[in-house]
């Protein structure tokens, strides 16, 4: 089963909004409670995702027991309970460290001048928008067929008002044109470079010395766009988070690809139980 084929396990918008008082209300602890539960529940009654979470342990050399599976379980559920966080205005910027991203980066965005920044479900991406959004506007480019619900809710919440939201399914001339305008004041493009696209062609690459499909389309944008490309995640870490970019070094698509599967290969490494594809990921 692909991602696009994933259907969504939501409790419902209402239930989310009433976390969302709960947290509001009492703090992030009893929400992380409600999220352990959340956990336990998935956990028991989606085998499909057991046997996805699995298979991926055993790739990377980590015992796929039952305990090591509810932790992949666990550590997804704390990372939405971090997006609320987000998404609500309430993110701490101290708890996230930024050693490990590079200098461009900062004197892109300080210049006010555009770029692409590819990210992978590793870690939490939502996060290092705490440290852009709020000075610089962003085009997300992504799926509006999937978690609908979930993101409808982050979208009712969210305090921003720099964010373009671009559907990756009516990606066309058009939609290069009038990024290439955003970018050219400044924006930053942020688009997932893991995730296949069901009609576009895919790059065959390997991660963690499996192959797996890259969406050939992500990396062709972001050769369209002539600008230049960050491969940029966020880990959990004991503190907050780590933010972690890189300026990709290659400009052609394919290049760039087999450049950004050693980054994501790099990045699960580090941190084995925030890899969050509960999908069929590697061939």
Known sequence: MKWYDVKERSAGEKRLILTYYIYKLFGKFPVKIIAFFVAVGTFFSSKDLREYSKKYLSVIGVKPNNCNVFRHFLSYALSL?????VFGGNFDKKKIATENVCEDFWRYREENKGAVCIFSHVG???VARVLIENEQKISIVLSLEQAKIFRNFLCKISSSKNINLVPVEQIG??????????????????IAGDRTSKNNRN???????FKVDFPLGTFKLAELLELPVFFISCLKSKIGYDMIVKRAKNTSSKQ???EFSDFVTEQIKQAHFQFYHFCEFFK
């Open 203 to 209: 790059v065959e690459v390997e991660v963690c010395s």
């Open 173 to 190: 001339v058009e939609t290069v044109i009038d990024l290439k305008d955003r970018t050219e004041k400044g924006e930053f493009v942020f």
């Open 81 to 85: 309970v971090d997006k609320i966080e």
């Open 256 to 258: 760039m690809a087999v």
């Open 124 to 126: 939490n991406i939502d």
